[in-house]
């Protein structure tokens, strides 16, 4: 029997409609709410269209995990389809259930559909951060598959992929991710009354203020010294912004000129990270050195 290799996530990796079809990627969506209204992330509203919702409120948005019973659906509908492998990536453990519910919902799939034992597998793999993080290795991945790769080693790439990258981000405002209460580091950083901004490491599920600016004008020198000093020489980055894109323009233009590389590409952060952290902040994706 051939193999039919299919990427199941859920719209917290920030791709856009554009790529998720392109590459024939499975989004289960997020619902948030905001302004008495609730809707599909990408699906419903595009990350403009959220900004702009955004703007027009000081509400934060709120949003709830993917329940069992869709991604049992899920299940059905990829296996009806001749899939014989599924590799399902979800968001951050530590910051949301969705990847226990995909767990639960793998036993309950089988126990329903006992006659796909011996036809379909199903692989959970946690993502242990946000965004982009797990977006852009979800490319790559296709990317594989369609050259022929075997289930177990596009798994052992993700893995891989999630052990040792990491993100550093300047949110320019912390009231959202200190509402949400799901960065840590945020909550703990009490540096805003000085005019203190944190770079926040997200990486192995935890978040961590690794350091501290001090003025919006030191903020570009600053985060691309922290990702300089950390990343891996001569392997591929990716830029990160909010609604603005002008300080991740000037973040990859002086990390091009010290590493010779341009950003793979630069993501705009949807609708869930955009409710945990906030609409303004730059941000760089890189491969830490030492891992």
């Keep these: 029997m051939l193999q039919k290799i299919k990427i199941l996530t859920d719209s917290g990796c920030d791709l856009p409609i554009e790529m998720i079809k392109e590459y024939g990627i499975s989004v289960?969506?997020?619902?948030?709410?905001?302004?008495?209204?609730?809707?599909?992330?990408?699906?419903d509203k595009s990350t403009?269209?959220?900004y702009e919702m955004l703007s027009m409120t000081d509400e934060v948005p709120k949003h709830s995990q993917i329940s069992p019973t869709r991604f049992v659906e899920a299940y059905e509908n990829l296996f009806s389809k001749g899939a014989t492998?599924?590799?399902c990536v979800s968001i951050n453990s530590a910051g949301s259930g969705t990847f226990n519910n995909a767990i639960i919902a793998k036993e309950d799939f089988f126990e329903l559909h006992p006659e796909a034992k011996n036809k379909l597998r199903i692989f959970n793999i946690d993502a242990r951060s946000y965004s982009i993080?797990?977006?852009?290795?979800?490319?790559?991945?296709?990317?594989?598959?369609?050259?022929?790769?075997?289930?177990?080693?596009?798994?052992?790439?993700?893995?891989?992929?999630?052990?040792v990258c990491a993100m550093y981000a300047v949110p320019?405002?912390?009231?959202?991710?200190?509402?949400?209460?799901?960065?840590?580091?945020?909550?703990?950083?009490?540096?805003e009354l000085l005019g203190l901004k944190p770079i926040i490491e997200f990486a192995d599920n935890t978040t961590?203020?690794?350091?501290?600016?001090?003025?919006?004008?030191?903020?570009v020198p600053k985060?691309?010294?922290?990702?300089?000093?950390?990343?891996?020489?001569?392997?591929?980055?990716?830029?990160?912004c909010g609604k603005d894109d002008t300080l991740a323009k000037e973040v990859e233009k002086e990390l091009t000129k010290r590493t010779g590389r341009k950003a793979e590409m630069t993501a705009h952060i949807g609708g869930v990270v955009t409710s945990n952290i906030g609409p303004d902040l730059v941000a760089v994706l890189i491969r830490r050195k030492n891992k």
Aim: neutral net charge; aromatic residues 12%.
């Design 28 to 43: 289960l969506p997020f619902e948030i709410t905001l302004g008495g209204k609730t809707f599909r992330e990408i699906f």
């Design 48 to 50: 403009d269209e959220f």
């Design 85 to 87: 492998d599924i590799i």
């Design 133 to 163: 993080f797990y977006g852009y290795p979800i490319i790559e991945a296709v990317k594989k598959i369609r050259k022929g790769a075997e289930p177990e080693d596009i798994v052992a790439f993700l893995e891989e992929w999630f052990n």
């Design 172 to 191: 320019i405002n912390l009231k959202y991710a200190r509402r949400s209460g799901r960065i840590s580091a945020a909550k703990a950083f009490a540096g």
């Design 208 to 219: 961590e203020t690794v350091d501290k600016i001090r003025g919006e004008k030191n903020i």
């Design 223 to 240: 985060l691309v010294e922290c990702v300089e000093k950390r990343m891996t020489p001569q392997t591929p980055y990716i830029m990160i």
